[in-house]
T-cell receptor, first 122, second 108 residues
Framework: QMQLVQSGPEVKKPGTSMKVSCKAS????????MQWVRQVRGQRLEWIGW??????????AQKFQEKVTIIRDMSTSTTYLELSSLRSEDTAVYYC?????FGSGWYAFDIWGQGTMVTVSS | EIVLTQSPGTLSLSPGERATLSCRAS???????LAWYQQKPGQAPRLLIY???SRATGVPDRFSGSGSGTDFTLTISRLEPEDFAVYYC?????????FGQGTKLEIK
């Protein structure tokens, strides 16, 4: 069964950093690509960035350029989203999503994690 | 950045009716890399359509996607009770990947 399992909810203080994990199973992690998306309560999905797992190449939305890092750990089939300088506006549900067939030329984000709620509050 | 505009914002229909959702891009979507997702309250998005017109695994054939360039459509031929949700389009051919603002499909 192909799945992504994300780490649990977090509460962070403004100005600090967060790191959310996303563990893949049931598909070939090394042949995939992973995007990170967030959703503020009641609002639209917002794309943060993505990583091509094989090459570790990343691309980030300009809005997040100064504060985001996406990395992967091949040994544990895990992708991580790091956000620094957190503000209250970063309070949202963060999702990872995999394009499981990326390395085979089939490109679609077909597997989604369950989401991680991150609350930024003093 | 490609801006995606979905219409209508809310669509009120009854089970058994046909739903037509629109997604318009501010510029042409590369290689028709346009996806549709369904999201229910408290759940992650679910991929329905990719490449503008291909159904994802396990998606009922009442869901279909069409369009190219800048105009795309998601059609649900006969609405089932479980289809009432929010639908998003996403273009993933040009960075930054972008989402539409969503269409809420509600029971009339």
């Amino acid at each position: 069964q192909m799945q992504l399992v994300q780490s649990g909810p977090e509460v962070k203080k403004p100005g600090t950093s967060m790191k959310v994990s996303c563990k893949a199973s049931g598909f070939t992690f090394s042949s995939s690509a992973m995007q990170w998306v967030r959703q503020v309560r009641g609002q639209r999905l917002e794309w943060i960035g993505w990583i091509v797992v094989d090459t570790s190449n990343t691309n980030y939305a300009q809005k997040f350029q100064e504060k985001v890092t996406i990395i992967r750990d091949m040994s544990t089939s895990t992708t991580y989203l790091e956000l620094s300088s957190l503000r209250s506006e970063d309070t949202a549900v963060y999702y990872c999503a995999a394009a499981s067939g990326f390395g085979s030329g089939w490109y679609a984000f077909d597997i989604w994690g369950q989401g991680t709620m991150v609350t930024v509050s003093s | 950045e490609i801006v995606l505009t979905q219409s209508p914002g809310t669509l009120s229909l009854s089970p058994g009716e046909r739903a037509t959702l629109s997604c318009r891009a501010s510029q042409s979507v590369s290689t028709n890399y346009l996806a549709w997702y369904q999201q229910k309250p408290g759940q992650a998005p679910r991929l329905l359509i990719y490449g503008a017109s291909s159904r994802a695994t396990g998606v009922p054939d009442r869901f279909s996607g069409s369009g190219s360039g800048t105009d795309f459509t998601l059609t649900i031929s006969r609405l089932e009770p479980e289809d009432f949700a929010v639908y998003y389009c996403q273009q993933y051919g040009s960075s930054p990947n972008t989402f539409g603002q969503g269409t809420k499909l509600e029971i009339k």
